[in-house]
């Protein structure tokens, strides 16, 4: 694939990923004012991080693909959307650290501010 197939087909991708997470957003978190819901239900019930919550779902798309790669063509989810998921797991994990970041500087500060200027 030459680059610039790619890079028209990786703007095409991160929609893809955009409207997967739209998507699961309204289906799994149910809320607008938590993006990270259903990982905090799901970490409460089992008395985990809400990150390692995170990775039981990932792992099983990654479990999924690996199981394509072995061969295993017949799935109930097509391969490109168990890519796509794991994407969007690997991005909301992004999030949750970054997060996580930040809060940890804020407590940091005295005042409760926060001078990171890069976001």
Known sequence: ?????????????????????????????RTDNNVFANFDRIADCLTISREKALMVYLLKHIDGINSYLDGHKSQREDVSGRIKDAIVYLFLLWAMVDGQKELDQLKERPNGTSTNNNK
């Not at 680059?3 to 028209?8: D, E, I, K, R, Y």
């Not at 955009?18 to 699961?24: A, I, L, N, S, Y």
């Open 1 to 29: 694939m030459k680059t610039l197939h790619f890079n028209s087909y990786f703007d095409y991708m991160i929609n893809e990923i955009k409207e997967t997470r739209d998507d699961g957003q309204l289906e799994y978190a």
